[in-house]
T-cell receptor, first 111, second 115 residues
Framework: RKEVEQDPGPFNVPEGATVAFNCTYS??????FFWYRQDCRKEPKLLMSVYSSGNEDGRFTAQLNRASQYISLLIRDSKLSDSATYLC????????????FGSGTQLTVLP | NAGVTQTPKFQVLKTGQSMTLQCAQDMNHNSMYWYRQDPGMGLRLIYY???????DKGEVPNGYNVSRLNKREFSLRLESAAPSQTSVYFC??????????????FGPGTRLTVL
């Protein structure tokens, strides 16, 4: 089982739709969580951190469920410019730092 | 402020050739990282450097070596390239290692093909 798993998609949604992605992690010692965005043939860029209480940034909402070991990303009112691959990232503590990327969920917003 | 820069952007090697990928950051970050990205595999950590003068292995270090030349620069060397090393390589840096503040800033990537 992969340490961090994401539904690869692709998710094809119409402009204005609400879409949600989930990401599950296997290491219960995981401490920090992030969502990154990666455009085609570009480098990943931080979208938002994920806090225990959940957090919102404009149209984007991130949530963490420690009991079920998953994080989620909700995008409301999708824009064409939201088309990208969304990567979840989990950082685990311990004697050796472990940062693990999910393989990403591809989103295409259609006009 | 260029952020993280990588050279070269593209490279084609023959099996057995060697090369060094260069990475530099101008954000005064302490930690630097090398990843590879393959289709369906996500980003995998090759090596990282928590601070100047230290390097540690990541998930997939075999076939690679690194040098943290100074605080700004972190290079990745392939001593004897193999087709399995065909990938996109990303360098990244962060202010500190670990924790919620460990935001990674990535370079534009190097697309390497080994024939």
């Amino acid at each position: 089982r992969k340490e961090v798993e994401q539904d690869p998609g692709p998710f094809n949604v119409p402009e204005g739709a609400t879409v949600a992605f989930n990401c599950t992690y296997s290491n219960s010692a995981s401490q920090s969580f992030f969502w990154y965005r990666q455009d085609c043939r570009k480098e990943p860029k931080l979208l938002m951190s994920v806090y225990s209480s959940g957090n919102e940034d404009g149209r984007f909402t991130a949530q963490l469920n420690r009991a079920s070991q998953y994080i989620s990303l909700l995008i409301r009112d999708s824009k064409l410019s939201d088309s990208a691959t969304y990567l979840c990232v989990v950082i685990s503590s311990g004697s050796a730092r472990q940062l693990t990327f999910g393989s990403g969920t591809q989103l295409t917003v259609l006009p | 402020n260029a952020g993280v820069t990588q050279t070269p952007k593209f490279q084609v090697l023959k099996t057995g050739q060697s090369m060094t990928l260069q990475c530099a950051q101008d954000m005064n970050h302490n930690s630097m990282y090398w990843y590879r990205q393959d289709p369906g595999m996500g980003l995998r950590l090759i090596y990282y450097s928590a601070s100047e003068g230290t390097t540690d292995k990541g998930e997939v270090p075999n076939g690679y070596n690194v040098s943290r030349l100074n605080k700004r620069e972190f290079s990745l060397r392939l001593e004897s390239a193999a087709p399995s090393q065909t990938s996109v390589y990303f360098c990244a840096s962060s202010e500190i290692l670990g924790g919620e503040a460990d935001t990674q800033y990535f370079g534009p990537g190097t697309r390497l093909t080994v024939l």
